[in-house]
């Protein structure tokens, strides 16, 4: 088993760990007299965070670079013989993700490339089950998934004002009238996306694994350059050790991929090198050297170039040819890939889990303290009763109810404060809302329709881009009035009453506002140098937005969902602790009114009352035993890196 895949088991298996620990929590809220919706929704979206979560890795190559044979030799050679096509020129037509979902058969999902003649991107057709071609994927034949496979790299001829009416032919490109056959037509893929649904062990586990087309197609679809490749863990980028670095290798390295976390150059067929009139020292010099040419020309540290042969380390698998797989230096880059990819993602993961538990946890602990110190002072005020008169009973029961009108008092303000809050919350969606958002795309489509120059498409795209920012700083603005109104509150609250509460959770759209940023410096990497467009262009502009608008409608979706959340939770701390001393209140009332009526009951409350001490403190030791076993579990560490 390679050190990929055991370390990608170790962390499905952590995943489990921690979400049977949450279950465990969650269990114990619900069966105590702690039980909240709000706060069993919050723990739901923690496990649900761990259940969704998915490692993404992006194959990108120029054709005939073994891009595919290097899928096969990393995830399938199990089978023993190549899943997916492998052989000389295009083996792959449009972008594929291969995944798992466990609620559909396998099969492969076909998008027609007449799709691209509308206005909905790749991703917005993913919910539209009856435009996709569904071909069955029998997974017990190799040999039928392989032929299966071979469907995604079917091709059509159309006339060349199909092809630029789709942006997949530009007349003024020099290299165009290659693409012509005698017949002055076209060959362009049949389908413009295609979605494998493989029950492979790693594909269940949460693992998509994205397969390019060549590097001249990644700039004609926009879902590769806005969506998938900038959104993978991971993105192996797969050079020849015979050809180097070219030209379009240098653009698309630049432009769409770059160095940083999880961003790996691969050096494939180093078999070529392989020449028996040279001796080890001299191959080895050689890939040395290009491995250094590679790093220099692409700006990145040698240790993230791996010099590979993946045909000989396939088929090293297959025959279980330990000395050839040393050889093809395979185990070195699938060991690479899951030392920096898994433990990076489960990084983010534990931080964010860690987190969120925290903070639920502080609100149970700051609930049990406030319980702890009522019952304490209960328990303080009846032993003090031991042989007083009814005066001095009477005298508490005065006190105790002076202090309920006070706090009702404080409840009643609150109303005002709540109405506050509602107005808001809503205000925030005058800014946010999904319908105000399709207003901007229609508004920046309607632009794009009435411009006849370059520049005025771009200058509608611009404006959409500033607009939608400044629609996200307006609904900043009114969450930061929110937290500043929940702050006095909660400080108002704890000065007045006793009540043990802290900075309400803090919040902000800062995140998508960068997520904005990040979709438009995409697009000017594509358009910015362009002054006077083709009518090709115009139309592949035209599909940029599309698809532009897709993320950003994915965007301002979770950034919905993320408020919505939020202004369920901000308020949760407070009320509970509320209900908590009213509770009290209502308690310490009821026992002074018994005591008042029959003054040998007090011993019986006393001693009731102690049962109560004696239950919070095993609830505080509960809870920090169910909080350290999801610490555990979240510090877990993968062996296999």
Not at 157 to 166: I, L, M, P, R
Request: charged letters at 25%; proline letters at 3%.
């Amino acid at each position: 088993m390679s050190n990929l895949v055991q370390n990608f088991e170790e962390y499905s298996g952590w995943r489990t760990g921690v979400a049977q620990a949450i279950e465990q929590y969650r269990a114990w809220i619900a069966d105590s007299d702690f039980a909240d919706n709000i706060l069993d929704q919050r723990i739901l979206r923690l496990k649900e965070r761990l259940v969704d979560d998915k490692l993404t890795i992006a194959f990108v190559a120029e054709f005939s670079r073994g891009k595919s044979e290097l899928i096969n030799a990393i995830f399938f050679a199990e089978y023993g013989q190549r899943i997916l096509p492998s052989s000389a020129g295009r083996t792959t037509m449009c972008p594929t993700e291969l995944l798992y979902d466990e609620s559909m058969p396998p099969c492969i999902r076909l998008l027609p490339i007449e799709t691209r003649s509308e206005t909905l991107s790749t991703t917005e057709y993913k919910g539209h089950q009856h435009v996709w071609t569904v071909l069955p994927l029998d997974t017990k034949s190799g040999d039928g998934m392989l032929e299966a496979f071979k469907q995604v790299s079917l091709t059509k001829k159309v006339s060349k004002e199909v092809a630029k009416s789709y942006g997949l032919y530009d007349e003024n490109d020099p290299d165009a009238a290659l693409e012509v056959d005698e017949n002055g037509l076209v060959e362009i893929s049949q389908w413009r996306h295609a979605i494998v649904n493989f029950p492979h062990p790693l594909l269940k586990q949460g693992l998509i694994i994205v397969d390019t087309p060549g590097l001249n197609a990644i700039g004609t679809e926009p879902e590769l350059t806005l969506n998938l490749i900038p959104n993978a863990h991971a993105v192996l980028f797969i050079l020849a050790a015979d050809t180097g670095v070219t030209k379009s290798d240098i653009e698309v390295w630049r432009d769409h991929i770059g160095s940083g976390a999880g961003r790996m150059v691969v050096l494939n067929k180093i078999d070529s090198m392989w020449d028996e009139l040279r001796t080890p020292e001299e191959i080895e010099a050689q890939i040395q050297h290009q491995i250094a040419s590679v790093s220099h020309t692409l700006s990145l540290e040698e240790k993230q170039v791996f010099p590979i042969s993946a045909q000989k380390g396939l088929v090293a698998k297959i025959n279980k040819d330990a000395p050839l797989l040393a050889k093809s230096r395979l185990p070195k880059l699938e060991y690479a890939l899951s030392k920096e990819l898994i433990p990076s993602k489960k990084n983010i993961i534990r931080a964010q889990l860690a987190s969120d538990i925290q903070e639920i946890t502080d609100g149970q602990y700051a609930v049990i303290n406030a319980r702890g110190r009522g019952v304490s002072e209960q328990l303080h005020e009846l032993k003090s009763l031991r042989g007083k008169n009814q005066n001095v009973i009477e005298h508490m029961m005065k006190r105790v109810t002076l202090e309920k009108q006070e706090f009702d008092a404080s409840l009643m303000k609150m109303q005002g404060t709540r109405a506050v809050f509602t107005r808001l919350s809503t205000e925030v969606y005058t800014s946010l809302g999904m319908e105000i958002l399709k207003e901007e795309i229609k508004t920046a489509r309607e632009d794009m329709e009435s411009s006849k120059f370059s520049l005025g498409l771009k200058e509608a795209i611009k404006n959409f881009f500033t607009q939608i920012k400044l629609n996200l700083e307006a609904s900043n603005r009114k969450t930061d009035e929110i937290s500043e109104m929940m702050a006095i509150m909660y400080r108002k609250f704890s000065t007045e009453h006793g009540l043990a509460l802290t900075a309400p959770m803090p919040f902000s759209l800062d995140k998508y506002v960068q997520e904005i940023n990040a979709i438009e410096s995409v697009f000017q990497r594509q358009f910015s140098t362009i002054t006077l467009m083709t009518t090709s262009q115009k139309v592949l502009m035209q599909k940029f937005f599309d698809s532009i608008s897709a993320r950003v409608k994915q965007s301002f979706s979770q950034a919905n969902r993320d408020v919505e959340a939020w202004q369920k939770v901000v308020m949760a701390p407070i009320e509970a602790q509320i209900r908590e001393h009213k509770n009290q209140l209502k308690n310490r009332m009821q026992s002074i009114q018994r005591i008042h009526v029959a003054t040998d009951s007090l011993e019986e409350k006393i001693t009731s009352f102690e049962a109560m001490m004696s239950e919070v403190e095993t609830q505080k030791k509960t809870l920090e035993t169910l909080r350290s076993n999801i610490q555990k579990a979240l510090s877990s560490e993968l062996s296999a890196v």
